[in-house]
């Protein structure tokens, strides 16, 4: 739609890691390289996910929370999960960054539908077997997790060679330390185009280096 004819670089936090992931292996000829932050379902699905997003869980929610005014779900919602998001306390985000968690449950329909969308998209993942998909794809990819990441633990990293762990970050290292995730990303994507795939080293930390695999 955009017209872009040449290979892309993607960038995706959480599924939009998982999107980027399965584009670059169905689409290799239109991608350039990749980058995955925090991506989940790489070693399955957490329990916790799956059992908040069930049918009974979700209608549970909705008969315990009706009598609670919309506004006021609105910013419970939006406050836990900033502070489930971010590994900094909710007074250091910025004010922006807050608007727009809480501008998620703008309305009670909005809210509670999460969880049919929720469902679909931890059925995907289990489909999607992304172990398998990340062995297959032949572009250059980097994957990046925050340290302190309560949705997606860090140690899923653990025994990947070249995944890297960023320190003092969450689920989204892009709110919490821009410059360090940037540190990490821009000499992955300013390499030049090479064969096979290009990975960082797997040294833990704000910084890294890229190194070829």
């Given at each position: 739609e955009l017209g872009v004819?040449?290979?892309v670089?993607l960038?995706?936090?959480?599924?939009?890691g998982?999107?980027?992931?399965?584009f670059a292996e169905?689409h290799c000829?239109?991608?350039?390289?990749i980058?995955?932050?925090?991506?989940?379902?790489i070693?399955?699905?957490?329990?916790a996910?799956r059992?908040?997003?069930?049918?009974?869980a979700?209608?549970?929610?909705?008969a315990?929370?009706?009598?609670?005014?919309a506004?006021?779900l609105q910013?419970?919602?939006g406050?836990l999960?900033a502070h489930?998001?971010?590994?900094?306390?909710g007074g250091?985000?910025d004010p922006?960054?807050?608007?727009?968690y809480?501008?998620?449950?703008?309305?009670?329909?909005r809210?509670?539908?999460?969880?049919a969308?929720a469902r679909?998209?931890?059925r995907?993942?289990?489909?999607?077997?992304?172990d398998q998909?990340l062995a297959?794809?032949t572009?250059?990819m980097?994957?990046?997790?925050g340290?302190h990441?309560?949705?997606?633990?860090?140690r899923?990293?653990r025994?990947?060679h070249g995944a890297?762990v960023?320190s003092?970050c969450?689920?989204?290292?892009?709110l919490d330390a821009?410059?360090r995730?940037?540190?990490?990303?821009l000499?992955?994507?300013?390499?030049p185009?090479a064969?096979?795939r290009?990975?960082?080293s797997?040294?833990?930390g704000?910084?890294m280096?890229?190194?070829r695999?």
């Open positions: 004819d040449e290979p670089r960038v995706g936090n959480s599924m939009g998982c999107v980027a992931a399965v169905r000829e239109r991608t350039d390289r980058v995955m932050i925090a991506m989940p379902g070693r399955g699905v957490p329990l996910w059992a908040a997003a069930t049918r009974p979700v209608t549970a929610l909705r315990g929370l009706a009598p609670v005014p506004p006021v910013r419970g919602f406050w999960y489930a998001a971010s590994s900094r306390p250091a985000l922006a960054v807050l608007h727009d809480f501008d998620v449950y703008s309305d009670r329909e809210l509670f539908g999460l969880g969308i679909e998209l931890l995907e993942l289990r489909t999607l077997r992304l998909v297959r794809c572009v250059p980097l994957e990046i997790w340290r990441d309560r949705l997606v633990p860090s899923q990293a025994g990947r890297a960023i003092g969450g689920h989204c290292p892009q821009p410059d995730l940037l540190a990490a990303v000499p992955f994507l300013e390499l185009a064969s096979g290009i990975l960082p797997a040294r833990v704000g910084s280096r890229a190194a695999s």
